[in-house]
Every structure is written in C-alpha cells, then in structure tokens.
C-alpha cells in the first residue's frame, strides 16, 4: 500500500467511524507484511538514519529465526522470540545488543497487538542480565600504549574519541560547521545524534589540536566531513571500528570506538565530575543510563564522600 492510499485509507477511516473489512485481520496478515507495514511506518518518524538501519537490520534477522517466513501473525509466539534471542547469543552478541534487539522487537509485537488486536508475545519477556565479562573499561596505561602501538594515522582518531566520548556515528558525521573554535564547543545535531537529542560538548585542548591540525593541513569548506579516508572519501562505522579494534588487537585487548566512549566516562568521573554532569556530556537520554554503567566507580568513591563529614 502506498503512501497516499494510506492517507486516503486513514481519512476514511475517520469520515466513516468504522474499520474497513479486511484491512486489519490478523488472520490474514503474515509476520513479514506486518514487519514491512510497520517499517514503512517508521521511515516517516524523527529518527536517524542509523535508528532506521537498526530496525530494519534487527527485524530481518528476526524473522530468518521463525520455522517459516510466511507465519501468520495470529501464530507468533513468545516461543519464537526467545528463539531468536538464543540464536543471538549463540552467535555470541553482547547483552546490551541482545536487549536493544529485543526492545525493537517489543516495539513492534505491542504494535501488532493494537493495530491487529492480537495477543503481545513479548508481555512476558525481560531484559536479560548483564553479564561481568561484558564490562570491559580502559586504563591510563593502556590507552597511553595504544597511542604508541597503533597506526599513526589513526592516533588523531583514537585522541578525539577519548577526549569526547562520541559515538562512533557521530564521529563518522561529523562536519566541520558544528565546530566552534571561538567558544571552543562541539555542535552536535539531531540528524546524527542518537535518539535525535542534539546537544552542544565543549572540546579541550587536545580534541581543539586534533581539529587544528587536520584543517592547517587540508583545506575545508563548512559543510565538508571532519573525519575521512583517503581521497576525502566518507569514513563509515565499520571501517572505523575495524582500525581501532586493530590497535586494540596490538594491546591484546578487544575493542573498539565505544571502548574509548567508556575511556572517556571513566576518566572524568576517577577525577570528581559529577555523574549527572557526565551524562549530560556523553549525551544519555537519563542519568540511569549513567549510572548503569559505571556503577562501579559511584560506589568506590562513598568514602571519599564520607571523609566530608568530619570534624
């Protein structure tokens, strides 16, 4: 169904107060065309473009999990979902991915559910629970010897990401309009922000020189990429992730760009910024994500706090 036959089929919806025979019967509706309806519904939303690649990437590999591809949506189950969350972990994805697939997948059932009045199978289901091994953080030392091991082209890289704490999408779209050199401070907008939450991130010193150098040494117009490979070509998340892993490998660590985000955190809370502080500059939707993560280092400082308290 095309765009403007949906607008049309929405108006008549609402002229005549009813619901058009046909349309909504789940019984009739497999889990592919559910998926490509709702899809479709999506790419109209605020969302970035990497959000939509998300979704579009978690859904299909969802539905390679399900005994057949054309199942009904009234036969979905809950079965078919934990199945698909296995094969996740089978294929040894993080936690914190396997969660963010399954919220997709959430989204979509509760979706099915009102739309098609059909049951949620994924009312039941919880987050599965993080595991140690998963929290792996980057000491002084480490970084300090990554800088030394790694390809010198990609030592600029490796600083800004440490310095910042950006996401690797952000980095890869960056542009040089959203630096401010005057104010010091990094725009970053909606379009490339996650969850479209723009915000604007002061740079220090070294994140100020990486940008400094790169502009002395190759002429830039405002809207050109900061970050790019050679020929000026676009610098993407898989390349990026593929040269700082390859530094990390040197280290006999593995890792990658969100390794240095967690380098970033960790740094600035071990020297006394207060946590909400430092949601606010790595761009969290909340300060619970915050603390989520670095738990650890919250709970280590109480009795620094309570030092405070004598007399």
């Known amino acids: 169904m095309r765009r403007s036959q949906k607008v049309k089929f929405r108006e008549s919806f609402r002229k005549e107060g009813r619901r058009p025979q046909g349309i909504y019967d789940g019984t009739k509706k497999t889990v592919v065309e559910a998926i490509e309806d709702w899809l479709q519904l999506y790419e109209h939303q605020r969302f970035s473009g990497q959000t939509h690649e998300a979704y579009k990437y978690c859904m299909k590999s969802f539905v390679k999990t399900l005994p057949d591809g054309a199942l009904f949506i009234v036969d979905l189950t809950c079965d078919h979902v934990e199945n698909y969350l296995d094969e996740l972990q089978k294929s040894n994805y993080k936690v914190a991915t396997i969660n963010s697939y399954l ?7 509760k979706w099915l559910a009102k739309r ?53 999408s952000v980095f890869c779209g960056l542009r040089w309009s959203m630096y401010n050199p005057d104010d010091k401070t990094l725009h970053i ?27 002395k040494h190759r002429s830039s117009l405002p809207g050109d990429l900061v ?30 760009p969100h390794l240095l985000r967690h380098y970033c955190a960790t740094e600035l809370l071990r020297a006394g910024v207060p946590i909400i502080k430092v949601s606010k500059f790595l761009g969290h939707a909340d300060i619970a994500t915050t603390q989520r993560h670095y738990e650890h280092l919250v709970v280590s400082d109480f009795a620094h706090i309570a030092e405070a308290l004598d007399v």
């Open 103 to 109: 919220k997709i997948v959430k989204v979509f059932c």
């Open 227 to 256: 970050f790019t490979v050679k020929n000026r070509k676009p610098l993407n998340r898989k390349l990026l992730h593929k040269k700082v892993s390859k530094g990390f490998k040197h280290l006999g660590l593995s890792g990658g």
């Open 116 to 168: 098609y009045k059909v049951p949620d199978p994924t009312q039941t289901l919880a987050n599965l629970k993080p595991r140690r091994s998963d929290r792996r953080f980057l000491s002084r030392e480490e970084y300090i010897r990554l800088l030394t091991v790694c390809d010198e082209r990609i030592v600029p890289w490796i600083k800004f990401l440490a310095v910042t704490g950006v996401r690797a």
């Open 189 to 215: 907008p909606a379009s490339i922000a996650k969850g479209c939450r723009a915000r604007t991130i002061g740079l220090n010193k070294t994140a100020r020189a990486v940008l400094n150098n790169i502009r």
